[in-house]
């Protein structure tokens, strides 16, 4: 079994920054796939970025040139960075990692972003 848990976020102004990290901890399997998801009231979760093992990353149109993905091997952990912070990017943001070369995959808490026109 593989936890997930969330940090870094808040609430921030528009054109505000916020770094979100998650670290993957548990298990003795390795982790592949690893991204960001958000969740805004009444509308269906959807992705944010992602990023693989070998760090090749992709993001939503919405995000794109705002937002980075990245992550530590080593940790487990991956990141965030968001700048440029609007408020329909207000949502629940939940982490997910995939095992390496399986359809397993986890889901952190959440971490609420607040951002405030």
């Known amino acids: 079994q593989v936890q997930l848990v969330e940090s870094g976020g808040g609430l921030v102004q528009a054109g505000g920054s916020l770094r979100l990290s998650c670290a993957a901890s548990?298990?003795?399997?390795?982790?592949?796939?690893m991204g960001w998801f958000r969740q805004a009231p009444g509308k269906q979760r959807e992705r944010v970025a992602t990023?693989?093992?070998?760090?090749?990353?992709n993001y939503a149109d919405s995000v794109k040139g705002r937002c980075t993905i990245s992550r530590d091997n080593a940790k487990n952990t991956v990141y965030l960075q968001m700048n440029s912070l609007k408020p329909e990017d207000t949502a629940v943001y939940y982490c997910?990692?995939?095992?390496?070369?399986?359809?397993?995959?986890?889901w952190g808490q959440g971490t609420q972003v607040t951002v405030s026109s």
């Open positions: 997910n990692a995939r095992i390496y070369r399986s359809i397993v995959a986890y």
């Open positions: 990023i693989t093992e070998d760090g090749t990353a």
């Open positions: 548990g298990g003795i399997f390795t982790i592949g796939d």
